[in-house]
């Protein structure tokens, strides 16, 4: 994942009893994680854990600079969910939906349509390949707007403070150790 995953502690994830094995690293674009899930996979590392969940956030490094719309990115989205199948057969692939991003009067016309739009293909992408999607985006607003209790007062910043962090963090926990119906099980 990006930036937003890599600032979650694993090991508080886990909370002593799950192993968590975070590979995300900041900056990452959709290609990047592919080629860390591929690396991953690669290393061996993965021998010595049964992987039945994998936890993807992307999207944000791709759309920022996109003044033209993101459906060129519904194709990549799918490749890597895919690909993510692929390696962990037994892994239920869990996609995040973007946060809400600072808006200025420079990027305020195609950064709200950007993000969600995404949220609509991450849905879509979702839907189609059996994975499951994490709604985020509306627990970080407040009004409409970018809630500014979870988020710096810096128009620059795109991360979460500590406060968000945690709501994100919450997210995630309940996910990892969540023992609740799953309509996509065979059994």
């Known amino acids: 994942?990006?930036?937003?995953?890599?600032?979650?502690?694993?090991?508080?994830?886990?909370?002593?009893?799950?192993?968590?094995?975070?590979?995300a690293k900041g900056g990452s674009k959709i290609d990047d994680v592919l080629r860390?899930?591929?690396d991953f996979k690669s290393s061996g590392d993965n021998v010595k854990y049964l992987i039945d969940q994998v936890f993807v956030c992307v999207g944000t490094n791709d759309i920022r600079f996109c003044r033209n719309g993101v459906s060129h990115l519904k194709g990549q989205l799918f490749g890597l969910v895919r690909n993510i199948k692929q390696h962990f057969p037994y892994a239920k692939v869990f996609l995040q939906s973007l946060l809400p991003l600072p808006i200025t009067n420079m990027n305020r016309n195609y950064v709200i349509r950007n993000v969600l739009d995404l949220n609509r293909i991450i849905y879509h992408v979702c839907s189609h390949e059996r994975a499951y999607m994490i709604n985020v985006f509306g627990s970080f607003l407040s009004y409409g707007h970018r809630n500014p209790q979870l988020f710096p007062h810096s128009l620059h910043d795109i991360h979460p403070n500590s406060r968000g962090t945690g709501v994100l963090a919450t997210f995630y926990i309940n996910r990892i150790h969540e023992r609740q119906f799953d309509p996509f099980s065979p059994n």
């Open 1 to 23: 994942g990006d930036s937003f995953l890599a600032r979650l502690d694993a090991a508080r994830l886990g909370k002593s009893r799950k192993k968590v094995v975070n590979i």
């Open 36 to 38: 860390a899930i591929k």
